[in-house]
């Protein structure tokens, strides 16, 4: 990536020389410094909002109940997977992305593939039950698209929230298709 970088700003600064413009570079990075300094402290408190929301939610019995009602699809998607605590984890982990909490279900997740290569008979190797939790989780079906949300919210979005419907359609489509698939080349 930062080959890739490097090869951008030079190309760039190739461009502004050869068009006899260097100070559209200096202002590009001003310019381009300065919104993104704007836009992470934006981002900032739409997070901390985002995050109390979910850790109240967590705290009332929300994670816990969506994760009773989760957990049928689980052991159904899981069947090998006997470890109570590795259950818990790729229940966790499931539904935090549901909610658009990536930053919390990364944790779950890890702790799950921890926990699943334990009574791996193969350690280092990616068990079935492994590749399923990342093929949910990469597919991630999401109810609420908080990132998404609070990157139109921070851009100035007149409707940030309008694009729900579409966001539970699509990651509800491609989950089925992933899943799908993830049990036809099991």
Avoid at 64 to 86: M, N
């Amino acid at each position: 990536m930062a080959v890739l970088w490097f090869i951008l700003v030079l190309i760039s600064v190739i461009y502004a020389l050869a068009t006899l413009n260097p100070q559209s570079i200096l202002q590009g990075i001003s310019d381009g410094a300065t919104a993104s300094v704007e836009l992470c402290i934006g981002l900032t408190g739409i997070f901390a909002i985002w995050s109390g929301t979910m850790e109240c939610a967590k705290r009332g019995g929300v994670l816990t109940a969506l994760s009773r009602l989760l957990r049928p699809i689980i052991r159904l998607l899981f069947k090998r997977v006997t470890d109570k605590d590795a259950l818990e984890a790729i229940t966790m982990n499931i539904t935090a992305n549901i909610l658009g909490m990536g930053n919390a279900a990364t944790p779950a997740g890890q702790r799950a593939v921890k926990l699943l290569n334990k009574s791996n008979p193969t350690p280092g190797k990616a068990t079935g039950e492994m590749s399923m939790l990342l093929i949910i989780n990469n597919s991630a079906l999401t109810l609420i698209p908080t990132t998404i949300l609070t990157l139109r919210a921070a851009a100035g979005s007149s409707d940030a929230a309008v694009i729900i419907p579409y966001v539970i359609v699509s990651s509800l489509i491609s989950t089925v298709i992933a899943v799908v698939l993830g049990l036809v080349f099991k």
